[in-house]
Nanobody, 124 residues
Framework: QVQLVESGGGVVQGGGSLRLSCASS????????MGWFRQAPGKEREFVAA????????SYADSVKGRFTISRDTAKNTVSLRMNSLKPEDTAVYFC?????????????????WGQGTQVTVSS
């Protein structure tokens, strides 16, 4: 039973920070690339950030470069997303996903498992 569970979402003022976490179970975490995606109401799901299965490569959407940082902790089977300088347009449900031996793809279709998401709301 593979499970991905996001946490850390909430309401924050513009310019503030949040740290999201994704706890995994039922898989060999170190063999999976991990990604973060987000979806706002009425909009398509979009790529946010990813880290390769070896943990040595990262990628970011242009909209979050310089503000968000993805990392992984193999000992805890957890991937995190630190979000700084948040903007109202960052408001969305954030999902984590796992891709077996994935390099850190920006394409949602590459991912095998998904969490249920955590809500992030940024006020103006």
């Amino acid at each position: 039973q593979v499970q991905l569970v996001e946490s850390g979402g909430g309401v924050v003022q513009g310019g503030g920070s949040l740290r999201l976490s994704c706890a995994s179970s039922g898989l060999s975490f170190s063999n999976y690339g991990m990604g973060w995606f987000r979806q706002a109401p009425g909009k398509e799901r979009e790529f946010v950030a990813a880290i390769g299965w070896r943990g040595r490569s990262t990628s970011y959407a242009d909209s979050v470069k310089g503000r968000f940082t993805i990392s992984r902790d193999t000992a805890k089977n957890t991937v995190s997303l630190r979000m700084n300088s948040l903007k109202p347009e960052d408001t969305a449900v954030y999902f984590c996903a796992a891709d077996l031996r994935g390099p850190g793809s920006a394409r949602a279709r590459e991912y095998d498992y998904w969490g249920q998401g955590t809500q992030v709301t940024v006020s103006s």
